[in-house]
T-cell receptor, first 109, second 116 residues
């Protein structure tokens, strides 16, 4: 079966750095997405990785290792507004998005 | 970036009534649209995938006679929750994808349904 694992919840301090991990086992791979979702809102796109390595976009970076079935989202200089759920999703061989359960990130002052 | 709208943003209805939710791609043609449901503190659950002009493909456990999906044009898909019950209360989100590239999927803002 297809499976995506990420921690349920993480806590970090304002101004610090946090890394949210995601491991996956899917039938085929056409890329991995990270989305941010604030409570009561739809997800918003953060990043897309299809090749191994690190993609940096401002305070957010995303890393992918296809051989390990592993990705992480790195958030730097945390701000209170970064408190949200972060969803990892993999595009499988049928170009369907397989979703993780999401990681709730709590930022403390 | 591409914009997807949903209407209504929220709806409250009585048990037994039907509710229609519209999903529109505003500045691109969406050959495929997806309907998700999300219960509080849970992840997105794909309900069905619809391709323009053909029948929707429903995920296992989703009743196709209860959740009617119509993808009549390249910019509009509708989800009708028939004979809604309180357990159908949820956050319904649509997303749309252009024909290419397949990696791009854009989300609507969601519709919060409350069935009394």
């Amino acid at each position: 079966g297809q499976n995506i694992d990420q921690p349920t919840e993480m806590t970090a301090t304002e101004g610090a750095i946090v890394q949210i991990n995601c491991t996956y086992q899917t039938s085929g791979f056409n890329g991995l997405f990270w989305y941010q979702q604030h409570a009561g809102e739809a997800p918003t796109f953060l990043s897309y990785n299809v090749l191994d390595g690190l993609e940096e976009k401002g305070r957010f970076s995303s890393f992918l290792s296809r051989s390990k079935g592993y990705s992480y989202l790195l958030l730097k200089e945390l701000q209170m507004k970064d408190s949200a759920s972060y969803l990892c999703a993999v595009l499988d061989s049928n170009y369907q998005l397989i979703w993780g359960a999401g990681t709730k990130l709590i930022i403390k002052p | 970036g591409a914009v997807v709208s949903q209407h209504p943003s929220w709806v409250i209805c009585k048990s037994g009534t039907s509710v229609k939710i519209e999903c529109r791609s505003l500045d691109f043609q969406a050959t495929t649209m997806f309907w998700y449901r999300q219960f509080p503190k849970q992840s997105l659950m794909l309900m069905a995938t619809s391709n323009e002009g053909s029948k929707a493909t429903y995920e296992q456990g989703v009743e196709k006679d209860k959740f009617l999906i119509n993808h009549a044009s390249l910019t509009l898909s509708t989800l009708t929750v028939t004979s809604a019950h309180p357990e159908d209360s949820s956050f319904y989100i649509c997303s749309a994808r252009e024909q290419e590239p397949f990696n791009e999927q854009f989300f609507g803002p969601g519709t919060r349904l409350t069935v009394l």
